[in-house]
């Protein structure tokens, strides 16, 4: 019978247990990253999809049928192998001084991401009475002042649920930057296995972390639920 000894010490002191905690902060680095951008680019997105011109419907309905139906990860090594026949001559001249192979992840994330969010938030509009539309209308709002001040603050506090997991997914998929040489945690935890042979404790310690961070998120999530969409439920 094979018999294996298992040693958490590896992974909860040393330099092995200080790698993970670096991976950790680029991953939550990453993440947050992605999520203001995500967030930021999928209200364009959605915005611009409910537009009365058709040449800008089509424009957005092509950047979401795009982004959502093609893989995370070809995503990833567009960006990191052919951004410089994408982007500006200076645009790659700055990635390439600062942190290339992040850039290239939070790129990916954040436009991968905000193709979902654009859906949820459109949900979130669609589901607002078209009278409070009209009445602001009537009242001389124009159509983007309209929905800036009336319906995107109801819509976003109702899609607060689904953008939640959508965040919870951008963290996790986060793990998929190890690809093209991100240290995020996955990266950290395949070096930490590569040095010490002990995959079981440096993939387990990797696999508690990022279920912590879902679990503190969903609480976070709960937690507004109660307070603020339902305040006077038991």
């Known amino acids: 019978m094979l018999k294996y000894t298992f040693d958490w010490s590896i992974v909860t002191s040393g330099k092995y247990f200080e ?33 009365h011109y058709r040449p800008v419907r089509w424009i957005a309905t092509a950047y979401l049928e795009f982004f959502r139906n093609t893989p995370l990860l070809v995503q990833i090594f567009f960006w990191y192998f052919g951004s410089y026949k994408v982007l500006p001559t200076a645009v790659n ?5 600062t942190n290339f192979e992040f850039a290239a992840a939070a790129i990916a994330l954040t436009i991968y991401t905000s193709a979902f969010i654009a859906e949820d938030i459109r949900s979130g509009i669609l589901s607002i009475p078209k009278e409070q539309m009209e009445a602001a209308r009537s009242a001389g709002f124009s159509y983007l002042r309209s929905m800036q001040y009336i319906i995107l603050p109801q819509a976003v506090r109702i899609t607060i649920p689904p953008l939640v997991n959508q965040f919870l997914n ?27 042979f002990k995959g079981f404790e440096a993939f387990t310690a990797a696999t508690v972390v990022y279920l912590g961070l879902s679990v503190v998120i969903t609480a976070l999530m709960d937690l507004y639920n109660k307070k603020v969409l339902n305040p006077h439920r038991a």
């Open 93 to 97: 001249e700055w990635l390439n001084s």
């Open 19 to 51: 790698w993970l905690v670096s991976g950790l902060k680029v991953t939550l680095e990453l993440s947050a990253v992605g999520i203001v951008c995500a967030f930021l680019l999928g209200l364009l997105i959605a915005v611009l999809k409910m537009s």
């Open 170 to 196: 951008l963290a996790k998929n986060s793990s998929l930057a190890m690809s093209i040489g991100v240290m995020e945690l996955t990266y950290q935890a395949r070096q930490v296995e590569s040095y010490t």
